[in-house]
């Protein structure tokens, strides 16, 4: 039930250094055809300190084992034809360039880490993040035939030492119907209104980011004068997104809305695909007339489902604004495990608000609509459903089938990754540097060729 340190040397998708200032031209590791240098482990050491870590020499060993790893896999996809698609590139490419934006608190911060633009950073590890995808890749066409039956999870669960069987707290299985305040173009009006009188203090000449510090209700942007820095057309909702790239640099936008509410937009200047804007924010705060009319629409659904007219899954999938839970048939995933896509939550890891409203709720019964308010701060009204619920326990099969079988799927996984490896070790030429050659992880690399 454990992760093996096995898996763990086979995650390809690493990190790229944004803070490494010093290169080094000396040779880590050969493998087949293709080079490691000392200065690739150097910068994702340097980034294993920039995030908190304290100093330990002895994890350039495992940065070297993933760089080994992912050599293997990329050289044996173009053997087998592997390939990813450019836009596959860029989009990984943009979504690292967010991460990084973020940690380094703004696009102009991370560019005098880098000392160059973003773009031409973007251009520079393009060649990696491509290499990764394709190792990737491979790796799952390894394991694409791998199956388990439910005699291996037996097995698999059979060999578990008993001392060592996980303990499970209480976990629950909970579902949820949300309905959001709809307004009418007349509810709006007022917040359309207040959005286009600021606009038009603006075109009179006041100033932007004075008015945006006093007025817009982004508390992201709202200090800096609404000002957002640098982004591309990844980041933004599509009609944010639309209009930024629509106007040109100093233009004014008209009033318009997004799922966050009315904007005024400018654009302060473009580089290549990306824009350089500032937006005063104007929410749109339901009405009780709204309010009323979610109320009693929520109403009428719990009535359907309490009288079983209609099933709980049915009628998230119809009538549930939540877009994480509607597609799941109004389950909620457990947010710790979301690849596993797994509906069991531990309670401790529960939304307060939802954990109070099962903890003393009956397996298959619902709670009352209620109003609450969502994470973005809005507010709609919903009722939760308990569909299971088990208590404190060491693992077995009658409960936790799913999990061993989970656990007993990677382990095969990991066993069948492994024994690819043992063998493309033995067939292929490996020198690592005397430096590494103590690692006792890098031990089988190093023995790979006698």
């Known amino acids: 039930m454990r992760k093996t340190l096995g898996i763990l040397l086979l995650t390809v998708i690493t990190s790229t250094n944004l803070f490494a200032q010093k290169t080094l031209d000396k040779i880590a590791a050969v493998v087949g055809g293709a080079v490691i240098l000392q200065s690739d482990i150097e910068n994702q050491y340097a980034q294993y300190q920039a995030q908190g870590n304290k100093p330990d020499e002895s994890v350039k060993c495992y940065f070297l084992q993933q760089q080994l790893t992912q050599k293997l896999l990329s050289q044996q996809a173009v053997i087998d034809s592997i390939t990813v698609t450019d836009e596959q590139v860029d989009d990984e490419v943009n979504r690292r360039m967010r991460v990084f934006i973020q940690r380094a608190g703004g ?42 039956t439910p005699l291996e999870v037996k097995r698999y669960y059979e060999h578990i030492p008993k001392d060592s069987l996980p303990y499970f707290n209480t976990e629950v299985e909970v579902g949820e119907i949300v309905v959001n305040p709809k307004l009418t173009k007349a509810e709006k009006e007022s917040f359309h209104d207040k959005a286009e009188a600021l606009r038009l203090r603006i075109k009179g000449g006041e100033d932007f980011a004075t008015l945006a510090r006093l007025y817009s209700q982004d508390p992201g942007s709202a200090g800096d004068g609404g000002d957002l820095g640098f982004f591309d057309r990844t980041v933004m909702a599509k009609e944010f997104t639309a209009m930024a790239f629509k106007l040109k640099p100093g233009e004014l936008s008209q009033v318009f809305e997004t799922e966050f509410g009315f904007h005024i937009l400018q654009v302060v200047e473009r580089r290549g695909e990306q824009v350089h804007a500032r937006h005063i924010l104007i929410k749109i705060d339901p009405p009780a007339s709204s309010l009323a009319r979610a109320k009693a629409h ?75 308010t969502a994470r973005d701060g809005k507010q709609g009204y919903r009722f939760v459903y308990l569909k299971s619920k088990t208590g404190p326990h060491k693992a077995n099969l009658d409960e936790d089938f799913a999990k061993i079988k989970d656990a007993a799927f990677e382990d095969k996984n990991n066993k069948t990754v492994s024994e690819w490896f043992e063998k493309r070790r033995k067939s292929t030429y490996i020198r690592i540097d005397p430096e590494y050659q103590t690692c006792p992880q890098l031990k089988i690399w190093t023995t790979a060729q006698n």
């Open 107 to 148: 696009q102009e911060r991370l560019e005098q880490f880098l000392n160059r633009s973003v773009l031409q950073y973007k251009d520079e590890i393009r060649p990696d993040v491509k290499e990764q995808l394709v190792a990737n890749k491979m790796q799952g066409k390894i394991t694409e035939k791998v199956s388990i």
């Open 298 to 372: 929520i109403d009428s659904i719990y009535q359907d489902v309490v009288a079983k007219k209609i099933p709980f899954s049915a009628a998230a999938s119809l009538y549930s604004d939540d877009n994480e839970t509607k597609f799941n048939g109004g389950m909620m995933l457990n947010a710790e495990n979301v690849s596993a896509r797994t509906t069991y939550i531990p309670t401790d890891k529960l939304d307060p608000s939802i954990f109070l409203a099962v903890d003393t709720m009956k397996v298959g019964n619902y709670s009352k609509p209620e109003i609450f």
